[in-house]
């Protein structure tokens, strides 16, 4: 009788890959998702100012008939303003402070460094000036309005240095964000959001969503509320510029 001896395999062992960098679980002080969620964070604030500035420059080409608007979007602006002062502070505070994970993402380039105590002071004077000029009223317009109007052509020109410094880094927050969201509304209709290819190999990995977004889309809500809220309280401020004549200094 001839047979063969059966021979035993063991199967070989699943090969196990490290989680993919910046995946582990945010910490419960990172409310917002950590360094690239605060980056989100920031870039998100930055598109608001974006595009509350540009209406605000179509209220200073027709100053005498939109003042009003100038003064609500004047204080609007501060919410979203404080914001992103906020989290830029965060990145700068945490990476001089030696917080690990901010440390390894690096500090901003050299020339938005030093570019930033000018912006950040010139911001200052911009609101600080406006805010004082609002209460003091049109009798202060000789003396306070010179320096608000020229304190604000250059913060724009900081400002548009500072955007076009960060516009890669916005145009990929913002692609990403929206990215995000289709896949969180694919996922909750069931559809599932489709696999992305991964940096190596061509493996395929599913799309990882941002922790952190709850604690982001609350920290915009929120500025938003806050200058809002901020502009209506002031509106009765407003009076003694709109009123005839007083806008006359803009011209």
């Known amino acids: 009788m001839t047979g063969r001896t059966p021979v035993q395999t063991t199967p070989e062992p699943v090969p196990q890959h490290p989680p993919e960098a910046g995946s582990r679980p945010p910490r419960r002080h990172e409310l917002v998702g950590g360094p690239e969620g605060n980056e989100r964070l920031t870039v998100q604030a930055g598109a608001v100012l974006f595009v509350l500035l540009a209406v605000l420059g179509v209220t200073i080409i027709r100053i005498g008939q939109l003042l009003w608007l100038h003064l609500f979007l004047g204080l609007l602006l501060m919410g979203p303003l404080v914001l992103k002062l906020a989290s830029t502070g965060w990145r700068f505070a945490s990476y001089y402070l030696?917080?690990?994970?901010?440390?390894?993402?690096?500090?901003?380039?050299?020339?938005?460094?030093?570019?930033?105590?000018?912006?950040?002071?010139?911001?200052?004077?911009?609101?600080?000036?406006?805010?004082?000029?609002?209460?003091?009223?049109?009798?202060?317009?000789?003396?306070?309005?010179?320096?608000?109007?020229?304190?604000?052509?250059?913060w724009l020109a900081l400002f548009a240095v500072h955007v076009l410094g960060h516009l890669p880094e916005m145009f990929t927050g913002l692609v990403e964000s929206r990215q995000t969201r289709a896949a969180v509304l694919a996922a909750g209709s069931g559809a599932g959001a489709p696999p992305r290819r991964g940096p190596s190999l061509g493996s395929y990995v599913p799309a990882r969503r941002l922790p952190g977004s709850s604690g982001?889309?609350?920290?915009?809500?929120?500025?938003?509320?806050?200058?809002?809220?901020?502009?209506?309280?002031?509106?009765?401020?407003?009076?003694?510029?709109?009123?005839?004549?007083a806008f006359h200094h803009h011209r």
């Open 216 to 245: 982001r889309g609350l920290a915009l809500t929120l500025g938003l509320l806050a200058g809002v809220v901020l502009a209506v309280v002031l509106i009765p401020e407003f009076g003694p510029w709109v009123s005839h004549g």
């Open 98 to 154: 030696g917080r690990a994970a901010y440390r390894v993402k690096g500090p901003p380039p050299l020339a938005l460094r030093l570019l930033a105590p000018l912006l950040v002071i010139d911001t200052l004077v911009v609101f600080v000036s406006g805010v004082v000029l609002l209460f003091e009223g049109p009798s202060s317009r000789s003396s306070l309005l010179p320096v608000h109007k020229i304190s604000f052509f250059v």
